[in-house]
């Protein structure tokens, strides 16, 4: 998933929006994960990736000022049961291990079977068929535009092979973690600037191995604010709110594996630039589809859910810009096979 923001994926009833009741129940302890770097993933989904993964990318709009403080409670499953908000050490200790979202099958061993003509032949009138009509814009809440199927085949295609190139090399993917052993429940890599979850501050280095993030794609920048006016074009016609506007400066690019969650949590700026001026959270949805949360508590028990699928689009910001949201699941094998196929996804 990639996630940009001023400082998944998900699966649709479409026939029910905006509003959709998160069924999840229960909470879950937030323990110590074992870093399975060394296993490659059976497929990818979003930038916040996973097709037995998912990708998810978030732009974040925000002053290119070094190091600004941000806290993100993105290790916050649900109801909160460890204490992370101020960490006793800020020493890390644990060790990256670079991470390709798409591994060659001749380095794998996994043998992927081609779709039938059947399954390709469908594929293909599905997506002429979202081409003539168009993308489906819904308001889910003042500030909360849902763009279903706004991303083509061909530009999903191009992010994920993009992201690839950029995740193995310096600065690119690896599974962030704490102190005390504990790992979040997807791999990263940001553009731009930093995130660092043990500090919850954003800087020009990642300081658990001193690389430099890679530089945000032009292309990149240019999907968020196409994405963006799209959104208030609709809005304006039907007399909403209009979204600030924002060119990113910086890009969380997430790999969720099947097993893959991000609990609830606020997207917050120290500085309070952005939540002041209402700068949106981009979120593009590439791969398998995710069950995306939200809603003005940390309680999952009053979140709404959404389901997000590859080539969906989730814009939050004016009145929503702080709620809190999540990923409770990803759903396994709903990933395009031409997606697969193209992108040497496993």
Same mark, same amino acid.
């Given at each position: 998933?990639?996630?940009?923001?001023?400082?998944k994926?998900?699966?649709?009833?479409e026939s029910s929006?905006?509003?959709?009741?998160n069924?999840?129940s229960?909470?879950?302890n937030?323990?110590?994960?074992?870093?399975?770097?060394s296993?490659?993933?059976?497929?990818?989904?979003t930038?916040d990736y996973n097709?037995?993964?998912?990708n998810h990318?978030?732009?974040?709009p %925000?002053k290119?000022?070094?190091? &600004? =403080?941000?806290? /993100?409670?993105?290790?916050?499953?649900? @109801?909160?049961i460890?204490?992370? #908000?101020?960490?006793?050490d800020?020493?890390?200790?644990?060790?990256?291990t670079?991470?390709d979202?798409?591994?060659?099958?001749?380095?794998?061993?996994v043998?992927?079977?081609?779709?039938?003509?059947?399954v390709?032949?469908?594929?293909?009138?599905n997506?002429i068929t979202?081409?003539?009509?168009?993308?489906?814009?819904?308001i889910?809440?003042?500030?909360m535009?849902?763009?279903?199927?706004?991303?083509?085949?061909?530009?999903?295609?191009k992010?994920v092979?993009?992201c690839r190139?950029?995740?193995i090399?310096?600065?690119g993917?690896?599974?962030p973690?704490?102190?005390?052993g504990a790992k979040?429940?997807?791999k990263m890599?940001?553009l731009?600037?930093?995130?660092?979850?043990?500090?919850?501050q954003y800087?020009y280095?990642?300081? %658990?191995?001193?690389?430099?993030? &890679? =530089?945000i794609? /032009?292309?990149?920048q240019?999907?968020? @604010?196409?994405?963006?006016?799209? #959104?208030?074009?609709y809005?304006?016609?039907?007399?909403?709110?209009i979204?600030p506007?924002?060119?990113p400066?910086?890009?969380i690019?997430?790999?969720y594996?099947?097993?893959g969650?991000?609990g609830l949590?606020?997207?917050k700026?120290?500085?309070r630039?952005?939540l002041?001026?209402?700068?949106?959270?981009?979120?593009?949805?590439?791969g398998?589809?995710?069950?995306?949360?939200y809603?003005n508590?940390?309680?999952i028990?009053?979140?709404?859910?959404?389901k997000?699928?590859?080539?969906?689009v989730?814009?939050?910001?004016g009145e929503?810009?702080?709620?809190?949201?999540?990923?409770s699941?990803?759903v396994?094998d709903?990933?395009s096979r031409?997606?697969?196929?193209?992108?040497?996804?496993?």
């Open positions: 998933m990639l996630k940009w923001k001023p400082k994926k998900v699966v649709i009833d929006l905006p509003t959709f009741k069924v999840a229960g909470t879950e937030f323990k110590p994960m074992p870093n399975n770097d296993k490659q993933p059976k497929s990818v989904s930038f097709s037995k993964n998912s990318l978030h732009p974040i %925000t290119s000022q070094q190091g &600004p =403080k941000l806290q /993100d409670g993105i290790a916050e499953n649900g @109801k909160q460890m204490d992370i #908000s101020k960490p006793e800020t020493n890390h200790s644990y060790s990256i670079r991470f979202i798409c591994p060659k099958k001749v380095n794998t061993g043998i992927m079977l081609k779709a039938s003509l059947l390709k032949n469908r594929e293909k009138r997506q979202r081409i003539v009509q168009g993308p489906s814009i819904y889910l809440r003042p500030g535009v849902l763009l279903k199927r706004y991303m083509s085949l061909d530009d999903q295609v992010i092979k993009a190139e950029l995740g090399g310096d600065g993917f690896y599974q973690g704490y102190n005390n979040l429940h997807f890599m940001c731009g600037m930093n995130w660092d979850p043990q500090s919850r800087s280095i990642r300081i %658990t191995d001193n690389s430099k993030p &890679p =530089k794609p /032009d292309y990149f240019d999907m968020v @604010k196409r994405a963006i006016q799209d #959104s208030n074009d809005i304006q016609k039907n007399s909403g709110k979204i506007s924002m060119s400066d910086i890009c690019a997430k790999f594996t099947k097993d969650k991000l949590h606020q997207d700026d120290e500085s630039e952005s002041d001026r209402g700068l949106p959270v981009v979120s593009f949805s590439i398998d589809s995710a069950e995306f949360l809603g508590e940390r309680d028990e009053k979140a709404d859910l959404v997000l699928e590859s080539g969906d989730m814009i939050f910001g929503s810009r702080n709620i809190f949201h999540g990923v699941s990803i396994p709903t990933a031409r997606l697969l196929e193209a992108t040497d996804i496993p």
